[in-house]
């Protein structure tokens, strides 16, 4: 099944991909308005207008680098909210160039309508993953313009605002018409990658599914510094379970135990996967080794709280085992197995009675 989190933090990440790319194109726009304005506009009215054509760039700019260093385990409404205020303010730093009309000469004025028609089409293709943030962009580029052409007398005044509003319309338009292109795109891909990496038995991510998803996770903890955590976990007395209630009753406990760690991770970056027979794997991104046990305490008592019946354990029921680690991908040795610890963890909870939990602590061997 299609994860709604996956789909809005993959849209989230479109937002936020190459922001210094997009403050390039920024100033390569205000430098072109600026070498027609300047000639014709006092120092202080154009020194005005550079800095609030630069202050709304680089909030948007530094919005959108913050965000694009982290990965959003959900996406939250107050982070949207102020990426969409941030592109507001870059529409409207270019927008009051509008304000500028009257002391401009006729060819300047053609000049700067067709300069905010490029800027208004260039962010498109980034901003149309949330069509309400290109919306928001739009409107402070446009709103200024559209009432200075109405209030000006001189050419080309109110005849043109007809043909802005009808460019506003056709390029936000676009913007939906894109964004469902996206999601189509994406279901597709989700679609796809579910057929190849999920496991048949349980329907969580296979080994195959995981072993992709931390290498990329690897690689963001590289770049942005954040913990991972990882949790090995084994069905105790699986094989004893299997010869004395039979491989019906055992599949059965490997999807119950399967969902029931899945129900304990559910941020989008989260991810558990059948490792190999009753063995499974949690891939826990941005998570502190503390929050990373609790959820592993969380997840022996839900599968305590299962019940199944399971004679071969002390307690008469299934229960389960785990071994963890927290490391810093960038100051990791690559030579040392992140996994491998974890399973030694395991391994330590095995031979203290299962049924608990034990941690890697990192300078142990």
């Known amino acids: 099944m299609i994860n709604p989190h996956q789909l809005s933090t993959y ?21 072109l308005l600026a070498v027609y304005l300047w000639p014709q506009l006092p120092t202080l009215e154009f020194s005005v207008w550079l800095i609030l054509v630069f202050s709304g760039g680089i909030w948007q700019w530094l919005v959108s680098r913050r965000y694009n260093q982290q990965v959003a385990a959900t996406v939250k409404p107050q982070s949207l909210s102020q990426f969409t205020s941030a592109s507001l303010a870059a529409g409207l730093g270019f927008g009051l160039t509008a304000l500028l009309l009257p002391q401009l000469s006729f060819e300047t004025r053609l000049f700067v309508i067709l300069m905010l028609s490029a800027v208004a089409a260039s962010e498109l293709l980034k901003l149309s993953a949330y069509p309400s943030v290109y919306g928001a962009f739009l409107a402070g580029l446009t709103i200024p313009l559209i009432i200075m052409l109405a209030l000006v007398n001189d050419s080309p005044g109110w005849k043109i605002i007809p043909a ?23 279901m597709a891909r989700f679609g796809l990658e579910t057929d190849a990496s999920e496991d048949k038995l349980t329907h969580i991510a296979n080994r195959r599914r995981f072993d992709m998803i931390l290498e990329q996770t690897w690689a963001l903890g590289r770049r942005s510094g954040n913990p991972i955590s990882l949790i090995m976990v084994d069905i105790d007395y699986f094989k004893q379970f299997n010869d004395q209630y039979g491989h019906q009753a055992g599949d059965k406990c490997l999807v119950q135990v399967a969902s029931a760690l899945a129900e304990c991770a559910r941020r989008a970056t989260d991810l ?17 080794r503390d929050d990373a046990y609790q959820l592993a305490e969380r997840m022996r008592k839900k599968v305590e709280n299962l019940n199944i019946k399971n ?7 299934v229960t389960i085992s785990l071994g963890g680690i ?3 991908a960038e100051d990791y040795e690559k030579s040392a197995n992140p996994l491998q610890l974890a399973d030694n ?7 203290g009675g299962r049924n608990r939990i034990s941690w890697h602590q990192l300078g142990e061997s």
């Open 11 to 31: 849209l989230f990440r479109e937002l936020h991909r190459h922001p210094t790319v997009s403050f390039i194109h920024h100033s390569v726009f205000a430098a």
């Open 164 to 186: 802005i509003v009808l460019m506003v319309l056709v390029l936000y338009y676009s913007a939906i018409q894109r964004r469902r292109d996206l999601m189509d795109d994406l």
């Open 272 to 288: 558990v996967a059948r490792y190999g027979g009753e063995e499974f794997v949690v891939l826990l991104n941005q998570t502190t």
């Open 311 to 317: 004679e071969n354990t002390p307690s008469g029921q």
């Open 326 to 328: 927290t490391v810093f």
């Open 345 to 351: 963890a395991l391994y330590a909870s095995k031979a």
